[in-house]
């Protein structure tokens, strides 16, 4: 399909263990956002790359989270030592550029539950 | 402190009533938009307004963005149960790094 496609839709892990979460956003779009997002809750903003280049990180809650776009298409968020409060719906983003009135296409997120 | 503040946070509604939600902020934005969020899925853009003052209809649903661009407004008319959803505003932080910042949402259950 020609949209935002995001892996694995659901991921169960235990506490203290790695994750990562892939996005591959729609071709040719030079923008991607990475969001969490709580149950009934706006997606709260992590990380927003330019290209290859994470242009704003300030969302990133701490230095267990990282995020890599090494070719300016797919994204991947990595999780280290995960804790039971990192479970949330992870959704992704892209956009054909950055600024005010560009439409961003979500994918269907991924689900992570830590226990 | 949220940016943006979605008022009210739930809404649960029969078939046919209108409705107001109304996203609100201390900041002024260059534009501001609407997004629909159905569960499972991803928030998928309804609206984008650009100038003070401006009304868009879109169907039943029309959208407002305040005089001084700090707020809007979506105001659906004769909701249908397929209107439930998550809406959510959304601003792009131009002063920043062109991040896109969501609201806290409003929750819409509209009933048979």
């Known amino acids: 399909g020609a949209g935002v496609s995001q892996t694995p839709s659901n991921k169960v892990t235990e506490k203290g263990k790695y994750v990562e979460l892939r996005c591959d956003p729609i071709s040719g779009h030079t923008a991607l956002y990475w969001y969490r997002q709580s149950l009934g809750q706006g997606p709260e903003f992590l990380i927003y790359?330019?290209?290859?280049?994470?242009?704003?990180d300030s969302g990133l809650p701490n230095d267990r989270f990282f995020a890599v776009r090494p070719e300016g298409s797919v994204s991947t968020l990595k999780i280290q030592r995960t804790e039971r409060g990192d479970s949330a719906v992870y959704l992704c983003?892209?956009?054909?550029?950055?600024?005010?009135?560009?439409?961003?296409?979500f994918g269907q997120g991924t689900r992570l539950t830590v226990v | 402190t949220q940016l943006l503040e979605q008022s009210p946070q739930f809404l649960s509604i029969q078939e046919g009533e209108n409705l107001t939600v109304y996203c609100n902020s201390s900041s002024v934005f260059s534009s501001l938009q609407w997004y629909r969020q159905e569960p499972g899925e991803g928030p998928v853009l309804l609206v984008t307004?650009?100038?003070?003052?401006e009304v868009k209809k879109l169907k039943r649903l029309t959208f407002q963005f305040g005089d001084a661009r700090k707020d809007s407004s979506l105001h659906i008319t004769a909701a249908q149960p397929g209107d439930t959803g998550l809406y959510l505003c959304?601003?792009?932080?131009?002063?920043?790094?062109?991040?896109?910042?969501f609201g806290t949402g409003t929750r819409l259950q509209v009933f048979p």
């Open positions: 307004v650009v100038t003070g003052g």
């Open positions: 983003a892209s956009s054909l550029t950055a600024g005010p009135h560009t439409e961003a296409f």
């Open positions: 959304a601003v792009v932080l131009l002063y920043n790094t062109d991040k896109l910042i």
């Open positions: 790359f330019q290209g290859t280049g994470a242009a704003d």
